[in-house]
Every structure is written in C-alpha cells, then in structure tokens.
C-alpha cells in the first residue's frame, strides 16, 4: 500500500466527538500516524506478519494503521470505553479485526513477550507528569523486537536517557521530528491551533 | 476478544502473585475466519502457554487441540490448522474473565475485556 492511501484511508476514520482532557486525547492526525507505520514497515519490517500492540490506542489510528500494512495480529489497549467503542467500529468500516482491551497500560500485567511491537503515542505527560515515560516502561517491557512512540521534541533529552538507563533499552533513536497540530479541542487552548515539535523514535528493547 | 490475546493478559491486582491464566465464562462467543499463515503460527507457537490456550478454547466449546504440543507438530498442516482456529479465529463476545487466584471477575462486553481495577485493588 502506498503512503498517501494509507493516508487517505486513515483520514476516514472516526475521531473523538468529545475528548477528555484529564486523558490527554489528542487525535493521531493521518499525516503523523501514517508516516509512522509505514516507516516502521518499510524501514525496519516490524508490522507485516507480526504482533502489533497500540498502547493508549484511543479511536484505533495507529492499530488500524499497523492493521493495513499487513500485521497478523493487532490489538489495541486504552482506559477509555467510549474511544474503544469508536475503534471498534473503525476497524467493522475498513473490515479488519482488532483485539480491543479495557486498560490502564501503568498498572497492566502482560504475561511474556508474545507482542513484537508496540506502536503508541502516549499522553505527553503534560497534565499528569510522567505519564508518557509510564506507557513507554511498559511497551520496553512487552515488546520483544521494536517500540514506536512519539514525545515532545523538548523531551529528548530526558526520553533518550530514561530509555537507556532507567528502562534498559538496548537503543533509542530518533527517526524524525514532526509538527504536531493541536486544534483547539479544550477550553484551556487559548489558541485556535498550535503545532508543537513532536520526536518519532524507534525503541529496541 | 481473541485467545492470542487471552494468553498474554495477567491479572494485576495488588498483592497478586499468580495472574495467568485467567480463565473464561463464556456467554456467547463468534468464529471468524482469517487467513491462514503457517509461517506466523510456527514463530508465535514458542511464546504461547499451551495449556492456557487448550483451556480457554475448549471453554468455548473447541476441544480439538492436543493436553500437550511440542515443536515435532508444527510440521503437521492437521495440528496447524486446529491451532490457528484456537488462536485466531474464536472469538469471546459476552462473558468474563476470572483471576485464577482471588475470583475476581473481569467482564467482556461486546468482545472487550473490562481489566480496570478498582481502587483498593491497585
């Protein structure tokens, strides 16, 4: 499948009608979410054939991404029941088969290293400090082959020394850094959009 | 809800030390079809827990599968086939997964585990 498909095919899906701050939600824009899969496929082969877990998974993007490009088996984890009621019925419209899990990725418990990689794009921490290096200590954990995440670009630092030190990952690279669009989705935007710099890294376990 | 799924949730509850496997009540349950790819099922068939996977299938209804499997089999298209049925194709649509150790149930609603705890459990 070509990337502006993918792309397109992203484009449809549903997103949240009312996200909840607290959360964190930010759609996965089909601009970022695809280039991200479709970089983990053709760069490196993590998603064709494989295991694919997408951690925080909110309306499913990255999971229905990981799902086209070819992955055997995709399952997708969030805390928010409304957001899975929306993945699911994004994967029903493109006919694919999703695994949907209600759960909180800080306290969950996955027994082995049966995913081969975790695609996620986790609440960048901002509201609730330290959530994004939570969800990224679980994916090194569950994750035999390869992580996908994207973090704050004024993070890199930090991420690039947890990772390696803290969480034992055997590598940490940043493979590009993007523009994130944040519409105006709360009360507490004062701005109509803002893009923030955002780092697409690549996680050995 | 999958058993490739099933096989790698644990249940995390505070004090907890035996999780795994959980096992399944089953209200209603779907079979779809998917495509078949022995090379997936010969690279997953190390990191499944055989036994959790014979349980969960035959809860469902499916009792085809072997008390034991070891590597020898991955080369018969008959053992093939039965695990990629077990694994991929039975899905658990209404029912509840239950902790091995406290009881603790964990309901499927529309083929979701609910697997949040409550707060005096984290």
């Known amino acids: ?205 | 809800m999958r058993l490739l799924t099933h096989n790698m949730l644990s249940c995390n509850i505070k004090g907890v030390t035996n999780g795994f496997p959980l096992r399944l009540e089953v209200e209603k349950f779907v079979e779809k079809e998917v495509d078949f790819s022995a090379e997936f099922l010969r690279n997953i068939f190390p990191k499944i827990e055989w036994k959790a996977l014979v349980d969960a299938a035959r809860s469902m209804g499916y009792a085809e599968l072997p008390d034991e499997a070891d590597s020898s089999m991955l080369d018969s298209d008959d053992f093939l086939k039965k695990f990629h049925h077990a694994l991929l194709e039975l899905h658990l649509e209404e029912g509840a997964l239950i902790c091995p150790e406290t009881g603790r149930r964990f309901p499927v609603n529309k083929g979701i585990p609910n697997m949040l705890l409550h707060e005096d459990e984290v």
């Open chain 1, 1 to 205: 499948m070509k990337l502006k498909q993918l792309e397109g095919l992203l484009g449809d899906l549903q997103q949240f009608s009312n996200p909840k701050v607290e959360l964190e939600q930010y759609p996965t824009r089909p601009h970022i979410a695809s280039r991200m899969l479709y970089m983990a496929e053709n760069s490196f082969g993590d998603i064709s054939g494989k295991v694919v877990a997408d951690f925080g998974c909110g309306c499913g993007t990255l999971g229905i991404a990981g799902a086209l490009l070819g992955a055997e088996y995709v399952v997708g984890v969030d805390i928010d029941s409304q957001s899975l009621e929306l993945a699911s019925l994004n994967a029903e419209d493109l006919e694919l088969d999703i695994d949907l899990v209600l759960w909180d990725i800080r306290n969950s418990k996955w027994r082995g290293q049966i995913v081969d990689t975790v695609v996620m794009n986790p609440p960048f921490g901002t509201r609730k400090k330290g959530a994004d290096i939570d969800f990224l200590s679980t994916a090194l954990k569950v994750a035999s082959q390869a992580v996908y995440s994207l973090h704050k670009t004024t993070t890199r630092d930090h991420v690039k020394k947890t990772a390696l030190r803290d969480l034992n990952a055997r590598s940490a690279e940043v493979l590009c850094e993007l523009r994130f669009d944040v519409p105006q989705l709360y009360k507490f935007h004062k701005k109509k959009e803002v893009d923030i710099a955002v780092d697409l890294w690549r996680f050995v376990p």
